[in-house]
């Protein structure tokens, strides 16, 4: 039997499985969740067009505080994913649009490329889970889910390092194969995280999880979106340089 787990912290086994429904039309469904995940994506592209196009980084730290505040209340207070869900996708926007401006100046077309890579990395991979080429078997979810965790922590330790030392682990930054390669594996690790979100998203269905989580659902899948774009932007910054 398939590990019920992904390697998105909004997503374990009994994410979907809190509360029962009354009735048929309360029932979450896959394609509740991909138009809430569509919509969540518009309005995120959209604060980020703002920023971007007029060049402002002022929201990035409040995007990401308050993005990051508004993931918390939702993880621990599931049935508000309809009215939090689509403000984490604005703060979140509002922070990517920063970002993407301070690459942009960098590399001249560096946020478009990671835009098409990332869409593209997304559309393969569902299309390679719902025609059976790529299958989460127990390996599977075991190795992505131990891999995030290994990435995860990395980051924390490097966190407290920089704020120890005021700079990051050499091998964030280094331009060498070493850097590339790091940043490649995470790279592949968190979309394969896609991988594992649509499949908890898939079984959830199944077993008739609550309405309120098809936002639940979205919000996992815009949060690795998030994360693969990021990790995009930097693989890109290295082979750049």
């Not at 469904?29 to 919509?39: E, I, M």
């Not at 194969?177 to 908890?200: P, T």
Request: charged share 10%; hydrophobic share 55%.
């Amino acid at each position: 039997m398939i590990s019920y787990r992904s390697g998105n912290p909004a997503l374990t086994k009994n994410t979907f499985n809190n509360s029962s429904v009354d009735h048929a039309d309360n029932v979450m469904t896959l394609d509740g969740t991909v138009n809430k995940t569509a919509l969540s994506l518009l309005i995120l592209m959209g604060c980020a067009f703002y920023t971007f196009t007029n060049n402002n980084t002022n929201f990035i730290w409040m995007g990401i505080i308050a993005g990051t505040i508004l993931a918390l209340a939702t993880i621990f207070k599931k049935d508000w994913a309809p009215y939090t869900v689509p403000f984490y996708a604005a703060f979140e926007g509002l922070a990517l649009g920063g970002i993407s401006t301070i690459y942009a100046h960098m590399y001249t077309g560096i946020v478009q490329q990671a835009i098409f890579l990332t869409f593209g990395i997304f559309l393969a991979l569902l299309f390679a889970y719902k025609t059976g080429i790529i299958r989460p078997t127990q390996n599977f979810v075991l190795m992505v889910f131990a891999a995030t965790l290994g990435i995860i922590l990395t980051y924390f330790f490097n966190f407290i390092f920089s704020l120890i030392t005021g700079s990051s682990f050499s091998i964030f930054t280094d331009t060498g194969w070493m850097g590339i390669g790091l940043s490649l594996f995470i790279v592949a690790i968190a979309a394969l995280n896609l991988v594992l979100d649509f499949d908890i998203i898939e079984q959830s269905e199944e077993q008739g999880a609550p309405k309120h989580m098809e936002w639940f659902g979205a919000m996992a899948l815009v949060a690795t979106l998030i994360w693969l774009y990021i990790e995009i932007l930097r693989l890109l910054m290295k082979l750049r340089r």
